[in-house]
């Protein structure tokens, strides 16, 4: 059952990443590599996607259940995500301030609603097609799989927090809360190194919360 559920929350990790990918290139008509981690997969889809599965498989019937329990589940996710990031890093990874009915930045309903469409599409369209193919899967390769999808994971993962944390170290440098200004010298800083600049890309909106001291 753990491989299984390694193997989908990686799938719709991947998804997850596309989506980010084209959802940029609409706002910004330009192609950008977003995600936290160096590989195409962010894992906060991945993680909601395991959360709606298990827990609202069984309201697969239920479409307006789906739908907003799906708004909250992946809100609360992504709410404390936001937060949890920013207390390690001192770095704010994305702001919705400028949305509408937003909360504190970290989500807003403009967010939320694709959110509830997605749960449905995740429950009745998506998890039957990815869990019918997992389970045709011999067994022994399921678990092969899982164990190289995790392997892959925890390497990035130790790569990406010990890049985000040299960000964290950089931003001391700068006394502003401005994210320009911090973007600009974080830029200056990496300019030859092709890891850090992955992650200025993919969070073009980073801000540093130390405020200025008088």
């Known amino acids: 059952m753990l491989s299984k559920l390694i193997i989908l929350f990686f799938i719709y990790s991947v998804i997850g990443y596309i989506c980010e990918v084209i959802n940029c290139y609409m706002a910004n008509k330009k192609f950008k590599d977003r995600g936290f981690l160096l590989g195409p997969y962010c894992p906060i889809y991945g993680f909601g996607a395991l959360l709606l599965t298990l827990t609202l498989t069984k309201y697969q019937d239920d479409l307006l259940i789906l739908f907003a329990t799906s708004m909250l589940i992946c809100g609360i996710l992504e709410y404390f995500t936001s937060y949890i990031l920013e207390k390690i890093f001192k770095m704010r990874w994305w702001d919705y301030s400028k949305n509408k009915y937003n909360i504190n930045g970290r989500i807003c309903l403009e967010t939320l609603i694709p959110f509830g469409l997605g749960g449905v599409i995740i429950i009745k369209l998506l998890n039957p097609i990815f869990m019918n193919l ?26 990406s927090f ?23 010298y974080i830029q200056k800083y990496v300019v030859n190194k092709t890891l850090y600049k992955r992650l200025i890309n993919a969070f073009p909106s980073l801000q540093n919360l130390r405020k200025t001291k008088d």
């Open 134 to 159: 997992i389970n045709n899967t011999n067994i022994t390769v399921l678990h092969i799989t899982a164990f190289i999808i995790s392997c892959i994971l925890i390497i990035d993962l130790t790569i």
């Open 162 to 184: 010990n890049i985000a944390f040299n960000f964290k170290n950089i931003a001391k440098k700068v006394s502003k809360d401005s994210t320009d200004e911090i973007k600009e």
